[in-house]
């Protein structure tokens, strides 16, 4: 079958590899769609955090696709039925777990990092791990159920954000895009923050779909701000830029009573005042990945048709060719690139 491996560092290539057996509790899912990601472009750069992933290793964890096989013991899925997977598996008996917390399980594995993951035609994955697709909801569009599970995390579960809030996301990448995209189908008043990278391809996807944006490094953001909440400043927002400055300028322009949300994971050490945090009484609370529930609520967004997925996704790049895509999404050229093994 065909796949997309690392080599090395910012080195992939497509390679010939076995089709995977599966175990009697396992699925073989025939890989419809499988997108990219910051994670994966970090993995691709090799950078700190990222070195212990095994080279080579075939990479991906977002995708759709459908059952071709299921084990003896499997009963809860059926071949042809259309699936997604929850990539980041919890282990089920740390504390966390036990908590109802397994998003941050102490001893989680990701797909595609921990072991080969979805870039690839065919893979296998224990039954438990997976979401059935709602028939409405195309194969292409599914593949991005995780991601859009992250944003469903970080509005519906970590924030307060309401119906007509004010609401700053600071960055446009895949991740700020979709928390922007949830937060309109709520029903929030959002305004999108990027700098001079974002201007050719992020932004105005945004704009197309009907989201406000800001360039900050050519605009104002102070008076953006000032016209948008009538100099209250936002109720809500959400860090997304993965910089260390990030949370600083949330808090800069979050009203007094407010929320910022961090959902970003800092490139440093962040540091900034805490003074007129802590006089405004402003809430400070973070969103990492997300649970089953928040997949059935990405799920349900799709089939409702909250979501322009299809602006959304570019699948312009070939899996012939894979380090171009991971080369344009480091460059900003693009947001959300997927890779097509299945018509």
């Known amino acids: 079958m065909k796949a997309i491996v690392q080599t090395g560092p910012r080195s992939v290539e497509t390679q010939e590899r076995e089709m995977p057996t599966i175990d009697a509790d396992e699925v073989l899912v025939k890989v419809h769609t499988a997108g990219l990601c910051g994670s994966d472009a970090h993995a691709y750069k090799y950078d700190g955090g990222y070195e212990w992933i095994p080279i080579p290793r075939v990479m991906g964890h977002e995708y759709s696709g459908e059952v071709v096989d299921v084990g003896a013991d499997v009963e809860d899925f059926t071949e042809g039925q259309k699936v997604i997977e929850e990539p980041i598996h919890d282990c089920g008996q740390c504390f966390q777990c036990k908590n109802g917390q397994p998003n941050v399980c102490q001893n989680f594995s990701i797909t595609g ?32 159920t995780e991601p859009t599970s992250i944003a469903t995390r970080a509005v519906f579960s970590q924030s307060e954000t309401t119906p007509g809030d004010n609401v700053l996301i600071e960055g446009p990448g895949p991740i700020g895009v979709l928390v922007a995209a949830v937060a309109d189908s709520l ?72 929320q910022v949300v961090v959902v970003g994971i800092p490139n440093d050490d962040s540091e900034f005042a ?21 997949f059935e609520q990405a799920l349900r967004l799709m089939e409702r048709g909250e979501i322009d997925v299809d602006a959304i996704l570019d699948a312009s790049f070939s899996t012939d060719d894979p380090g171009a895509a991971f080369e344009s999404f480091l460059d900003s050229e693009t947001c959300k690139p997927v890779f097509q093994f299945a018509e």
């Open 274 to 294: 805490l003074t007129d945090v802590v006089r405004g009484e402003v809430d400070i609370n973070t969103s990492y990945g997300s649970t089953w529930t928040n």
């Open 113 to 144: 990092m921990h072991r080969d993951g979805a870039y690839a035609e065919y893979v296998a994955v224990e039954s438990k791990h997976l979401h059935a697709v709602p028939e409405d909801v195309p194969l292409r569009h599914a593949a991005i």
């Open 187 to 258: 029903g929030a008043n959002v305004v999108v923050s990027g700098l001079d990278q974002d201007a050719v391809y992020r932004l105005p996807l945004l704009e197309d779909l009907g989201i406000e944006t800001i360039n900050a490094q050519s605009e104002s953001l102070e008076d953006r701000a000032e016209a948008f909440t009538d100099g209250i400043g936002f109720d809500v927002v959400f860090d997304s830029t993965g910089h260390h400055t990030g949370v600083g300028t949330a808090a800069e322009f979050v009203r007094k009573g407010g």
